[in-house]
């Protein structure tokens, strides 16, 4: 148990210090709810296509994906350039307890975007899905949320505390509205559709849409390439890391 407690009490310090900071929760927390409820919702479409329920699919994908960037990213960068991950380094705690914690935070926050689109997808939009597929969508949403924590940490290693958000937003949102996060994809050129085939948010986007019943085929592949993304990513934030150690 002691070898556990370091770990416990450093994801309990910083989901304390996030939940604390009303200026990352809320907006982290908003920003997919009000896009839903506009475009999901409220906005009219025509013909046979169920808003409510694709909007809930991909809106959900996008949300989960941002707290992953923004607390590794622009955190990791500010920490880095102060010295706190220093100062960790050489404290007595294990040397994956400041990432582990993150990523809890992480994990934490890509579940309650899932519960808050759910049940407004379930209450307002009146979206009728089995079960299951709820449950899928949960399972997806939160373990997706991992390769975005890794995109993340490789920014934080390498961009600075002064520019981290702006980096950040520069990738979340062209990425996601190129993955057909935001719009169907089929919509878009077919350049962009080739296009997204090489960021990450589209094939998390795919596993949730097969999950909810809005595509078919098989989640294989999908996997394969969030994991492939994952690897590359830790790797070179791991490079990026030890430089600024070695500093």
Excluded at 68 to 82: P, S
Excluded at 186 to 201: G, N, R, T, Y
Aim: some cysteine; glycine content about 8%; aromatic content about 12%.
């Amino acid at each position: 148990m002691s070898t556990i407690n370091p770990y416990l009490a450093e994801i309990h310090a910083e989901l304390v210090k996030t939940f604390r900071q009303p200026g990352f929760v809320l907006p982290s927390l908003l920003f997919p709810i009000c896009f839903y409820l506009l475009f999901g919702i409220l906005m009219p479409h025509r013909g046979q296509f169920d808003a409510a329920s694709w909007f809930y699919a991909s809106y959900s994908a996008f949300g989960v994906i941002g707290p992953a960037l923004f607390g590794f990213g622009a955190a990791l960068a500010v920490e880095r350039e102060a010295g706190w991950l220093d100062l960790k380094r050489v404290a007595p705690m294990p040397v994956g307890a400041p990432l582990l914690a993150k990523m809890a935070l992480s994990l934490v926050f890509a579940l309650l975007i899932y519960i808050a689109l759910s049940v407004l997808a379930l209450v307002v939009g009146k979206v009728q899905m089995a079960p299951s597929r709820w449950l899928a969508s949960g399972v997806v949403l939160v373990l997706g949320t991992l390769p975005f924590c890794a995109l993340g940490l490789l920014i934080g290693a390498y961009v600075r505390a002064r520019s981290a958000a702006g980096v950040v937003n520069l990738i979340y949102l062209p990425m996601s509205a190129l993955s057909g996060l935001w719009f169907p994809l089929f919509l878009m050129p077919e350049a962009v559709q080739k296009v997204a085939l090489l960021m990450p948010a589209y094939h998390l986007g795919q596993l949730n849409f097969i999950a909810t019943g809005h595509a078919d085929g098989s989640v294989t592949g999908h996997i394969l390439a969030l994991v492939v993304f994952s690897v590359i990513f830790m790797a070179l934030a791991a490079r990026g890391l030890a430089r600024s150690e070695v500093r």
